[in-house]
């Protein structure tokens, strides 16, 4: 029996485990596939991320939008109507009685006005400090573009001018400046009255004006200085009746260096630069500067009337300070302002004069002088001695309708100018439908 069992037991099948070989190549696929799969989920989840942050950061924390700088339309005196009097007074009443005097009563007032050198002094300190003053409202620019000589060495350029600050958006202050000065550098930095410095922007600028809009952040500002310190020069009026012969000051870099000023007076007012849809009214000076000169002129009321512009002045008076007036910029310094494009058509005009309507029934509109080659308004087929007589719904009498509606509106939409042609010895009316551009 015991020798069955020890058969039987030696008979019995002993199973073994082993364990199954490692497929290295079945490993290695399988790591790479989680190690892929894993990747991509991640890309997903960062560009999903990217672009929804904004989103929920704009709804949860709303970020509150600049606000729009504008300044009020002015319209030319001549164009005002004076409103009736309610009461009206006899013209007797109102004319003060004439006292005449004659040579000798003159003369002798004259000569008990007596100024010694103190008074002189004491006339050059009140400007001094009036001065010091505008200086708040004035910054310094400077433009540094880097490049390469001859040996591919590296350096920078360095190319000062004077700005303005013309306005606070509650995000940034903003700054007028020279154009020409600034177009080509690579970094802008602005340096305040106070000494303090900081990087600037380029928003937007109007190349036929040759000025610029530049912007600086709030937040970068107010790490370094108070807001009491943002002085905004505020914007005057370049088109009243008095202006010739009312004292100006200017600030900016008038003799060529910045920093540079002069105390003097308006001579002219009357004389018009064309430029491409817009002229700007030109005042001159009798101060004489440099013929690199920029700024801007303030009147004594501390208020901007002017911008420094050269090389509109005849051969006579090259080196004499002018300035574009202030009143016809300021819808274009507002668009600036905002970063928006400026439109164009390419028409240079003038307002017709009552002498032409009247001797040769010219109708009155903006006289097309001149068409810029490739111009939208050419491609459309408006030619010189066309007259704009309206744009859209509106009536056109004069060129500054005409550039005021051009400015409200935006590049790439579509106007219609209504336009009075001369055939044979009438005039006839045409519209044309053209695509606004975009000033270079």
């Given amino acids: 029996m015991s020798d069955r069992q020890e058969t039987n037991q030696d008979n019995f099948m002993i199973e073994k485990i082993k364990q199954r070989p490692i497929n290295k190549r079945r490993l290695v696929r399988r790591t790479l596939i989680t190690v892929s799969m894993a990747v991509i989920f991640g890309l997903i989840a960062c560009f999903t991320f990217l672009v929804l ?5 704009n709804w949860l924390y709303p970020e509150e939008e600049s606000e729009a700088i504008i300044f009020p339309e002015e319209m030319l005196e001549e164009y005002i109507q004076p409103s009736p009097s309610p009461s009206p007074v006899p013209e007797e009443e109102l004319q003060p009685e004439k006292v005449e005097l004659d040579e000798s009563q003159i003369q002798d007032i004259l000569n008990q006005v007596v ?12 400007l001094s400090d009036y001065v010091k ?10 433009g540094t573009k880097s490049d390469k000589d001859w040996f591919a ?7 000062e001018t004077s700005g303005v600050v013309i306005g606070n958006n509650g995000k940034e202050l903003l700054i007028l400046t020279d154009y020409s ?17 900081a990087d600037a922007l380029m928003m937007q600028y109007f190349h036929d004006g040759n000025i610029a809009v530049l912007c600086i952040s709030l937040n970068v500002l107010s790490q370094e200085m108070q807001t009491e ?3 905004v020069a505020p914007l005057g009026s370049s088109l009243q009746s008095n202006l010739v012969g009312s004292p100006v000051i200017v600030m900016g870099s008038p003799m060529g260096s910045s920093g540079s000023v002069g105390y003097g007076m308006i001579t002219a007012s009357g004389n018009q630069v064309n430029l491409a849809d817009m002229n700007c009214q030109l005042l001159t000076t009798d101060l004489y500067g440099s013929q690199s000169a920029n700024g801007v002129l303030f009147n004594t009321t501390g208020q901007v009337v002017g911008i420094i512009t050269t090389g509109k002045t005849g051969s006579d008076m090259r080196n004499m300070i002018s300035a574009y007036g202030i009143s016809g910029l300021k819808q274009m310094i507002s668009r600036l302002t905002k970063g928006d494009r400026i439109p164009y058509l390419g028409i240079l005009g003038v307002d017709v004069p009552r002498e032409a309507n009247e001797q040769f ?9 001149e068409v810029e080659m490739d111009s939208p308004a050419m491609l459309a087929g408006i030619q010189s001695g066309d007259v704009i007589v309206g744009i859209d719904q509106q009536s056109v009498t004069r060129m500054a309708d005409y550039s005021n509606y051009l400015l409200k509106i935006n590049a790439e939409d579509t106007v219609v100018l209504r336009v009075m042609r001369q055939s044979q010895e009438e005039y006839k009316e045409l519209d044309f439908e053209i695509t606004v551009g975009e000033a270079d």
């Fill in 229 to 231: 310190d943002m002085y």
């Fill in 133 to 142: 003053q505008l200086n708040q409202y004035m910054v310094v620019v400077t």
């Fill in 153 to 159: 060495n590296e350096y920078e350029s360095k190319n």
């Fill in 53 to 57: 942050e904004p989103v929920i950061s």
């Fill in 361 to 369: 029934q010219v109708p009155f509109g903006a006289y097309v002088r």
């Fill in 115 to 126: 100024l010694d050198l103190g008074d002189y002094r004491q006339i050059y300190s009140v």
């Fill in 181 to 197: 000065s600034v177009k080509r550098a690579d970094h802008l930095t602005v340096r305040f009255s106070n000494g303090v410095q």
